[in-house]
C-alpha cells in the first residue's frame, strides 16, 4: 500500500509545481522582488528538492533501503532551511514595512519547496520501508 501512495505523492508535486507556476506570475505581474539574498536562498533550496528528487528517484529503482538515512537527511535539511530562510527574511522585512505583499509571496515559495520534500520523503518511505532490503550483487 506504501507504494501505491506513492502515485497520490506524485500527483501532489505535480500539483505544487503548477501553484508555484501561479506564484512565479502574480510575482511577475506585482513586480516583486526579493532581496539578493532571499533570492539566492529560493534557488539554493530549489537545488536541494533537485538533488533530493534524484535520490527519491533512485530509492525507487534499486529499493533504497540502504539510502534510506540519506533521505531523511535532506528532509530533514529542507525543514531547516524552510525555517532560517523565513527568519532571515522577516528580518529584512523590518527594514521595509511595505514589503508585506513580497514577504506573502516569498513565503508561499518556501511552503511549496517544503511540502515537495515532505511528498519525496513519503515516496522514499513508500519504498525504503516495504520490508525489503536491496539485493546486493555478488
Known amino acids: 500500500?506504501?507504494?501505491?501512495?506513492?502515485?497520490?505523492?506524485?500527483?501532489?508535486i505535480g500539483d505544487h509545481g503548477e501553484s508555484l507556476g501561479k506564484i512565479l506570475k502574480r510575482k511577475k505581474k506585482l513586480d516583486i522582488e526579493f532581496p539578493k539574498e532571499s533570492t539566492e536562498d529560493l534557488i539554493r533550496m530549489l537545488r536541494k528538492i533537485r538533488d533530493y528528487m534524484t535520490l527519491v528517484m533512485e530509492i525507487t529503482g534499486n529499493g533504497g533501503y540502504a539510502k534510506f538515512r540519506l533521505a531523511m537527511e535532506y528532509e530533514n535539511e529542507i525543514d531547516q532551511m524552510k525555517k532560517n530562510f523565513q527568519k532571515r527574511y522577516l528580518k529584512s522585512m523590518k527594514k521595509d514595512p511595505d514589503a508585506g505583499m513580497n514577504g506573502m509571496v516569498f513565503y508561499d515559495f518556501l511552503i511549496h519547496f517544503e511540502r515537495i520534500g515532505d511528498h519525496l520523503t513519503n515516496i522514499a518511505e513508500g519504498y525504503s520501508l516495504s520490508g525489503t532490503k536491496p539485493v546486493t550483487p555478488v
Open 1 to 12: 500500500p506504501r507504494r501505491l501512495h506513492s502515485i497520490n505523492d506524485i500527483e501532489r
